[in-house]
């Protein structure tokens, strides 16, 4: 049928215009429910935001953004009872480490799932899986226990160490992330490695040289996942750090509220404020490569 033809059976046949109540049954109510969703996610930032602008401490601020006051912010930057650029560097250093190794890590599980055949192995994939339906809570007192002990023997990784937080968190992250890579790397076609093998090449030599640069999108996920997790934690890091001087960023806002008689809201929320914004950036950046490479290891298992 030309273009023609389609015109006059359109002319013909013109489409009614539907009423409000039919758009309202079929599509309305969907924007209705979208535009509640997205009042319920943004209400709490935004009175987050209007408190760290506010001139008092208190969060129980009357209307929102009653008050413009960046006194709270530059405080936080020049108050000597609060560190906040030490606590930001420790947190972004921290985060840094664990994302890189903990992504080469994985790599490395997740290759020798995906590409090796050797004893244990489908036990070893169902223990990942089983792990991961237990809560990381679980195993608090056991952390704490451990550390402990690695403080009588080993003080340069116990309690209150940047190296022993690092620890907790690259074994935290080893399953999770050996898990989501083995799904990706069951999407490169095994073809590939035999063909280097044909050539001569190594295990190590086809990882190194091959199959990272094919699997790069979900590696740039991981590491992006681990840095978010990582900077926003706050349990683990109160457990193992001690010093007002090694804290992260969690913990150390978290001080502003700890005490319940000089509760600062206000410089809590402002901190809260400058925390987040970096991570949100960097997440909206790099959305399209985050959801490109999760579906990517779903396609096979």
């Known amino acids: 049928m030309t273009t023609a ?15 409000f109540g039919r758009w309202f049954r079929e599509v309305g109510w969907r924007h209705l429910v979208a535009w509640v969703v997205i009042l319920y996610a943004i209400f709490p930032i935004l009175y987050i935001l209007s408190t760290s602008l506010s001139n008092d401490g208190s969060i129980q601020n009357g209307t929102l953004f009653g008050a413009f006051n960046l006194s709270n912010y530059a405080e936080l ?38 590409r090796l055949r050797f004893a244990g192995r489908r036990v070893g994939l169902l223990s990942l899986i089983l792990i991961q339906m237990f809560p990381s809570i679980l195993g608090l007192v056991a952390i704490f226990g451990m550390l402990s002990t690695l403080t009588d023997f080993l003080p340069a990784i116990g309690l209150g160490t940047h190296a022993g937080l690092i620890l907790v968190y690259l074994g935290g992250s080893l399953g999770a992330g050996t898990y989501l890579m083995y799904g990706f790397f069951n999407t490169v076609p095994i073809e590939i490695d035999e063909a280097a093998r044909m050539d001569g090449a190594s295990h190590a030599q086809i990882f190194f040289t091959i199959i990272l640069r094919l699997v790069a999108p979900i590696l740039a996920v991981m590491a992006l996942l681990s840095f978010i997790g990582t900077t926003s934690d706050f349990v683990l890091a109160s457990i193992v750090l001690e010093k007002q001087e090694s804290l992260t960023l969690a913990v150390g806002l978290g001080g502003l509220i700890g005490n319940p008689f000089s509760k600062d809201w206000a410089m809590f929320s402002a901190g809260a404020v400058l925390a987040a914004t970096p991570i949100v950036i960097l997440f909206i950046a790099l959305q399209k490569y985050i959801v490109s490479g999760l579906v990517g290891g779903a396609v096979k298992g």
């Open 5 to 19: 033809e389609v015109k006059a059976m359109a002319a013909l046949h013109p489409q009614k215009k539907k009423s």
């Open 77 to 114: 930057f020049t108050s000597k009872d609060y560190p906040f650029l030490t606590w930001a560097w420790n947190t972004v250093y921290i985060a840094s480490i664990v994302a890189v190794v903990s992504v080469f890590m994985s790599a490395l599980a997740a290759y020798a799932f995906s």
